[in-house]
């Protein structure tokens, strides 16, 4: 199975087979962001089926991974922490770890693959099997037992559409970040909410409930405290992080916030019918069906009146009836799993 970048260090049945004697270990990354998730799990014999849930060992949670966001020396701190205490609650050193599998948001290139390859290279002794991937990739994989088949979307504090059909095609529409354009993410949602503000505030917009909501909720006292806020340290998942209030004044009614809202349903649904027409999943009449996985904050406030995920979900049905929602809980095994069965 080629990676999102057409390459990949296989796991193959040789490597899985070490566990029989040598009690070794492989670890799952989940890096986003927001947040990084590191499991730790014992190699299984080739030979053995696979036991589900998968044995977690350890697990570590640490910060944003994503280099775009934090830089590259940060998000190498943060992985390397995060592998550090899930060894050290596994109870296993360096030296037993026979594979790493990262998923990580903003592997976007060839180029941002081999860097974090280059990064566990420095970590790992030389004979760790490594492979990188986007985060889309392992999201997909938690919404389908491990087989790459269908579209997945994240909407968190960034936002990608990512699509794989049955003979290894691929395909991506969005995930470039907030000044490329990521809208419909978390970060986006919130950018235009305070932009909004800032418009009421100097006259070039409409008023809206998102000032005195946005502003109570940091604290402030007047919008001009927004701009030194805002880039006193713009990281992407601090602003994201206004989401909820943006909802709530959507929910009781602000025609600014719900503006905001519906225009983010029509981009994210826009993404994936990208990646849908462009792979074909939904087949010549458009109505084959094919699994539809949905991850991220954003589309997961099922108990909110204003429900982003289930408007996306709409907005797609509408051209292709045949898309299969499905919102697993993302876990960093899932990658794991596709290789094993692979």
């Known amino acids: 199975m080629a990676d999102i970048n057409g390459k990949v260090e296989e796991f193959d049945g040789k490597m899985l087979e070490m566990g029989s004697d040598d009690k070794g270990v492989i670890l799952g990354l989940d890096g986003g962001a927001t947040s990084t998730i590191c499991v730790c799990m014992p190699l299984i014999p080739s030979s053995d089926p696979l036991p589900d849930p998968l044995p977690i060992l350890a697990r570590a949670a640490a910060g944003c991974s994503n280099h775009n966001s934090v830089g590259e020396a940060a998000a190498r701190e943060t992985l390397e922490q995060v592998i550090t205490e899930a060894l050290a609650k596994s109870g296993y050193s360096r030296s037993a770890v026979r594979a790493v599998c990262l998923a990580v948001s903003g592997v976007n290139h060839p180029s941002d693959q081999k860097r974090i390859v280059d990064w566990l290279r420095d970590f790992f002794p030389k004979d760790v099997q490594l492979n990188v991937q986007n ?82 909720n940091l604290g402030l006292s007047s919008p001009d405290e927004l701009i030194g806020w805002t880039y006193a340290d713009p990281s992407w998942a601090r602003i994201a992080a206004l989401v909820p209030v943006v909802v709530s004044c959507a929910e009781a009614g602000d025609v600014v916030a719900n503006k905001i809202l519906y225009d983010s349903v029509e981009e994210l649904a826009l993404s994936v019918k990208a990646v849908i027409q462009r792979l074909g999943l939904s087949g010549k009449d458009g109505k084959d069906s094919f699994p539809l996985v949905m991850v991220g904050g954003v589309l997961l406030e099922v108990n909110k009146t204003w429900d982003i995920g289930n408007e996306v979900i709409k907005c797609i049905s509408k051209d292709y009836p045949g898309a299969l929602p499905i919102r697993p809980k993302v876990s960093s095994t899932a990658l794991l799993r596709h290789y094993m069965l692979d």
């Not at 994989?141 to 994240?154: E, P």
């Not at 794989?164 to 969005?174: I, L, N, S, V």
């Not at 995930?175 to 909004?196: E, K, N, R």
């Open 135 to 216: 985060d889309a990739v392992a999201a997909l994989a938690s919404g389908t037992l491990g087989k790459l088949h269908g579209c997945v979307l994240i909407a968190g504090t960034g936002t990608i559409a990512y699509g794989f059909t049955e003979d290894g095609r691929e395909a991506r529409a969005a995930g470039a970040g907030p000044t490329l354009g990521d809208w419909g993410s978390g970060y986006g949602i919130a950018a235009q909410a305070l932009t909004a503000v800032i418009k009421a505030y100097d006259g070039r917009g409409p008023e809206t409930n998102l000032t005195g909501s946005i502003l109570q």
